[in-house]
């Protein structure tokens, strides 16, 4: 049984992916870490030592804290967050029971270059639709919780990228993008090793809404209609992605908990 300041994987994973999830912070030595360059999904690392260094910009948010095994580096890091005044648990059992559960990790050199706030950044064509809502909800949810996202004029797009150390995504020739037909998404599920039953799921439903091919799932067309929606509601791009957070929020529980559940109105009731 845990301690009152102890989470469980399962119970750590049920947030995975939702904006439940709390900010996840990796305090494992050096060495470990480099023996497997793999963090759970929307963790980061941090160095034990100065782990009260990040207790202003946590204020008022609940935090996990893991290392190896779950033991000395986290319970102490955690401690010293309390202290802070900081809600601060850590994962039972750490890293290795994370992995030993066959759960998923995401590979560190998969992560492109964070800046100097500890954010990764993004760049790709302005007034996005579906792929480029999508890929941006997958990466605050599952890989970079504070990921920046830049959108500009697409010939702009590369230019951008240089100057500003941004990452090019959903763009042609570059890395993070279609590859035969599959999306932008399907691509960083891939690479960043997310493939989840519900997250498969999701993959085909914004390839068929982003391709045009509704037969690939029936929800794509709604899909598509929502998206298209969002895009005439808001001239602001990020004010459209803030949206369409919640959006992708929603299919992605219907696509872990609610797919085998329907919904009819009784026509008996209605002449009741």
Same mark, same amino acid.
């Given at each position: 049984?845990?301690?009152? !300041?102890?989470? #469980?994987?399962?119970?750590?994973? &049920?947030? @995975?992916?939702?904006?439940?999830?709390?900010?996840?912070?990796?305090?494992?030595?050096?060495?470990?870490?480099?023996?497997?360059?793999?963090?759970?999904? *929307?963790?980061?690392?941090?160095?034990?030592?100065?782990?009260?260094? /990040?207790?202003?910009?946590?204020?008022?948010? +609940?935090?996990?804290?893991?290392?190896?095994?779950?033991?000395?580096?986290?319970?102490?890091?955690?401690?010293?967050?309390?202290?802070?005044?900081?809600?601060?648990? !850590?994962?039972?059992?750490?890293? @290795?029971?994370?992995?030993?559960?066959?759960?998923? /990790?995401?590979?560190?050199?998969?992560?492109?270059?964070?800046?100097?706030?500890?954010?990764?950044?993004?760049? #790709?064509?302005?007034?996005?639709?579906?792929?480029?809502?999508?890929?941006?909800?997958?990466?605050?949810?599952?890989?970079?919780? +504070? $990921?920046?996202?830049?959108?500009?004029?697409?010939?702009?797009?590369?230019?951008?990228?240089?100057?500003?150390?941004? #990452?090019?995504?959903?763009?042609?020739?570059?890395?993070? *993008?279609?590859?035969?037909?599959?999306? #932008?998404?399907?691509?960083?599920?891939?690479?960043?090793? /997310?493939?989840?039953?519900? %997250?498969?799921?999701?993959?085909?439903?914004? &390839?068929?809404?982003?391709?045009?091919?509704?037969?690939? $799932?029936?929800?794509?067309?709604?899909?598509?209609?929502?998206?298209?929606? %969002?895009?005439?509601?808001? +001239?602001?791009?990020?004010?459209?992605?803030?949206?369409?957070?919640? %959006?992708?929020?929603?299919?992605?529980?219907?696509?872990r908990d609610a797919t085998d559940e329907g919904h009819d109105w009784s026509a008996a009731l209605?002449?009741?």
């Amino acid at each position: 049984m845990p301690s009152p !300041t102890e989470i #469980t994987i399962a119970q750590l994973n &049920r947030l @995975v992916g939702t904006p439940e999830m709390p900010v996840l912070i990796d305090v494992s030595m050096a060495e470990d870490f480099n023996d497997d360059p793999r963090l759970i999904p *929307s963790a980061f690392q941090h160095p034990f030592k100065d782990i009260s260094d /990040l207790s202003a910009d946590l204020a008022d948010r +609940r935090v996990v804290i893991y290392c190896q095994k779950g033991l000395k580096l986290s319970q102490g890091a955690a401690a010293v967050m309390r202290d802070c005044g900081i809600a601060a648990e !850590t994962l039972q059992g750490g890293f @290795v029971g994370w992995r030993e559960a066959g759960l998923p /990790l995401v590979p560190n050199g998969k992560l492109p270059p964070r800046n100097a706030e500890g954010r990764t950044v993004w760049v #790709t064509r302005h007034r996005p639709k579906i792929d480029r809502i999508a890929c941006p909800w997958l990466i605050r949810r599952f890989v970079d919780p +504070r $990921a920046r996202f830049l959108f500009v004029a697409p010939s702009e797009v590369l230019d951008v990228a240089d100057r500003f150390g941004a #990452t090019p995504f959903d763009v042609e020739d570059v890395f993070w *993008s279609h590859r035969g037909d599959r999306c #932008t998404f399907d691509t960083m599920i891939e690479e960043f090793k /997310l493939t989840s039953e519900p %997250l498969t799921q999701l993959a085909a439903i914004v &390839r068929g809404a982003d391709t045009n091919r509704h037969d690939l $799932a029936p929800e794509a067309a709604g899909l598509l209609a929502a998206s298209l929606g %969002l895009s005439r509601m808001y +001239r602001d791009d990020l004010n459209q992605l803030d949206a369409g957070m919640v %959006l992708y929020d929603a299919f992605y529980r219907w696509c872990r908990d609610a797919t085998d559940e329907g919904h009819d109105w009784s026509a008996a009731l209605a002449k009741g």
